[in-house]
């Protein structure tokens, strides 16, 4: 067994422990996003947080992280897993898996893992709320995915946001170009930083990523997208740029927007929140994918789905001083001065009945409960003493309003209180 270290153990590096209250506004910002998905009729789907790592592998070899960001190991039959890097691999696996009835709209939440530098807005192990649609290739589905997490980030109150679109276009487009800008980018090397020439090899577009200013100047003159699309895939994408119009929906078009994963096709788009680093200031982003479908032993299938970091999206609230974290809200604290069984019984009787409710364990003083009652944030101290225990009744006293208390029989407590609160 390994000693604890002289201060004892801490989260690995990159890993966070999130304490209350940010952990409830995490919970509050998921519920969130699922009252607007749902409302637009995708259902949760809860994946294993470990896949085959064969999974995850056909998200792209030419991608980081797959190639050196991903936490897989030896299970102990002697498989190769993974934790999840990221969860559009996994939703589509379990598509082909099951066979859903198509369309297929779900949406999911969880943590992904990635061995990356950590700083801030990036983690080892971070969260993320995202959607996949299966089975569809109508442009305005591109219109509805991009909408629901504008309309997301609108409700969590955020307003320094900005929408980045771009078309890839069609595999046979998408090869064109990556061979135009690897040309470009072989014929300037020598302005190529040292990070770039290595992606370079592996792949070319990743480099128009790139946010060193040394290559932000050769990425400036490299060949556009829009240069390289068929008439299909530039009708599908002013389809899309129509419908975001039509949905008043602000965006800026980035040609050189090309996302990291390597199933992208078509419409490609990002969320970058302007209140953040520009480092970490991309808050969500996704597109439309094919082949990963067929390429996990599927049917050829349409897909296209987001996801939005969940941490960065949190950072963005900050930066703007939005969506605060939620208040304690406790109905009842319950202050005995009768050895215990009230404090035991009535705290019992409240939330069975729906309210909120705490005490203070062991025999405190009188000084110590009404302390406790204050620190806890709820709206009422119950007192019992053996005045009201004879009288079969409880005091009231409202904890905000000045202390206001006043003297309610037992049998009617929870009714008063409901009337109260
Ligand atoms: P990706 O799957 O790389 O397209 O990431 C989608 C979103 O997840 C990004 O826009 C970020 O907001 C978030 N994200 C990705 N990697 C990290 C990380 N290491 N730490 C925190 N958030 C991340």
Request: hydrophobic letters at 40%; aromatic letters at 6%.
């Given at each position: 067994?390994?000693?604890?270290?002289?201060?004892?153990?801490?989260?690995?590096?990159g890993?966070?422990?999130?304490?209350?209250?940010?952990?409830?506004?995490?919970?509050?910002l998921?519920?969130?996003?699922?009252?607007?998905?749902?409302?637009?009729a995708?259902?949760?789907?809860?994946?294993?947080?470990?896949?085959?790592?064969?999974?995850f592998?056909?998200?792209?070899?030419?991608?980081?992280?797959?190639?050196?960001?991903?936490?897989?190991?030896?299970?102990?039959?002697?498989?190769r897993?993974?934790?999840?890097?990221?969860?559009?691999?996994?939703a589509?696996?379990?598509?082909?898996?099951?066979?859903?009835?198509?369309?297929?709209?779900?949406?999911?939440?969880?943590s992904n893992?990635?061995?990356?530098?950590?700083q801030?807005?990036?983690?080892?192990?971070?969260?993320?709320?995202?959607?996949?649609?299966?089975?569809?290739?109508?442009?305005?589905?591109?219109?509805?995915?991009?909408?629901?997490?504008?309309?997301?980030?609108e409700?969590?109150?955020?307003?320094?946001?900005?929408?980045?679109?771009?078309?890839?276009?069609?595999?046979?487009?998408?090869?064109?170009?990556?061979?135009?800008?690897?040309s470009?980018?072989?014929?300037?090397?020598?302005?190529?930083?040292?990070?770039?020439?290595?992606?370079?090899?592996?792949?070319?577009l990743?480099?128009?990523?790139?946010?060193?200013p040394e290559?932000?100047?050769?990425?400036?003159?490299?060949?556009r997208?829009?240069?390289?699309?068929?008439?299909?895939?530039a009708?599908?994408?002013?389809?899309?740029?129509?419908?975001?119009?039509?949905?008043?929906?602000?965006?800026?078009?980035?040609?050189?927007?090309?996302?990291?994963?390597?199933?992208?096709?078509?419409?490609?788009?990002?969320?970058?929140?302007?209140?953040?680093?520009?480092?970490?200031?991309?808050?969500?982003?996704?597109?439309?994918?094919?082949?990963l479908?067929?390429d996990?032993?599927?049917?050829?299938?349409?897909?296209?789905?987001?996801?939005?970091?969940?941490?960065?999206?949190?950072?963005?609230?900050?930066?703007?001083?939005v969506f605060?974290?939620?208040?304690?809200?406790?109905?009842?604290?319950?202050?005995?001065?009768?050895?215990?069984d009230?404090?035991?019984?009535?705290?019992?009787?409240?939330?069975?009945?729906?309210?909120?409710?705490?005490?203070?364990?062991?025999a405190?003083?009188?000084?110590?409960?009404?302390?406790?009652?204050?620190?806890?944030?709820?709206?009422?101290?119950?007192?019992?003493?053996?005045?009201?225990?004879?009288?079969g009744?409880?005091?009231?006293?409202?904890?905000?309003?000045?202390?206001?208390?006043?003297?309610?029989?037992?049998?009617?407590l929870?009714?008063?209180?409901?009337?109260?609160?």
């Amino acid at each position: 067994m390994t000693d604890a270290p002289p201060h004892g153990f801490r989260a690995l590096t990159g890993m966070r422990d999130v304490l209350a209250p940010e952990s409830s506004r995490r919970r509050v910002l998921v519920g969130q996003f699922a009252d607007v998905v749902e409302a637009a009729a995708y259902q949760e789907l809860v994946l294993p947080l470990v896949e085959d790592l064969g999974v995850f592998l056909r998200v792209g070899e030419a991608t980081d992280v797959v190639t050196k960001e991903m936490y897989d190991f030896v299970d102990k039959d002697g498989s190769r897993i993974a934790l999840r890097p990221e969860m559009t691999a996994g939703a589509v696996r379990a598509f082909v898996q099951h066979s859903p009835v198509l369309p297929w709209k779900v949406w999911y939440s969880g943590s992904n893992f990635r061995h990356e530098r950590p700083q801030k807005g990036r983690y080892r192990s971070f969260d993320q709320v995202g959607v996949e649609v299966l089975g569809v290739d109508d442009p305005d589905l591109d219109v509805e995915v991009i909408a629901l997490g504008w309309r997301f980030f609108e409700r969590l109150g955020l307003r320094d946001v900005r929408l980045l679109v771009n078309s890839l276009g069609e595999h046979a487009d998408r090869a064109r170009y990556s061979e135009a800008v690897r040309s470009h980018l072989e014929s300037r090397r020598g302005d190529l930083s040292e990070k770039a020439l290595e992606t370079l090899g592996r792949n070319p577009l990743r480099v128009l990523d790139s946010k060193r200013p040394e290559d932000r100047a050769v990425v400036a003159d490299a060949p556009r997208v829009a240069d390289h699309l068929s008439d299909e895939s530039a009708a599908h994408f002013a389809r899309v740029l129509a419908g975001l119009d039509a949905l008043r929906i602000p965006y800026t078009v980035e040609d050189r927007l090309v996302r990291g994963l390597d199933y992208y096709r078509r419409t490609t788009f990002e969320y970058v929140a302007d209140s953040l680093d520009s480092a970490q200031n991309a808050i969500g982003g996704g597109g439309r994918y094919d082949r990963l479908a067929e390429d996990l032993g599927g049917p050829p299938t349409d897909g296209i789905g987001f996801a939005l970091g969940v941490d960065r999206t949190l950072l963005a609230c900050d930066a703007e001083g939005v969506f605060p974290a939620p208040a304690r809200a406790l109905d009842a604290f319950v202050v005995d001065l009768v050895g215990g069984d009230a404090a035991r019984d009535l705290t019992h009787a409240l939330r069975a009945a729906g309210l909120s409710a705490d005490r203070r364990f062991g025999a405190g003083s009188m000084k110590a409960q009404m302390k406790a009652a204050d620190r806890s944030g709820a709206r009422f101290a119950l007192l019992v003493g053996s005045d009201e225990l004879d009288a079969g009744e409880v005091t009231v006293r409202d904890l905000r309003e000045g202390g206001e208390q006043r003297r309610v029989a037992r049998d009617h407590l929870i009714d008063d209180l409901r009337t109260h609160l």
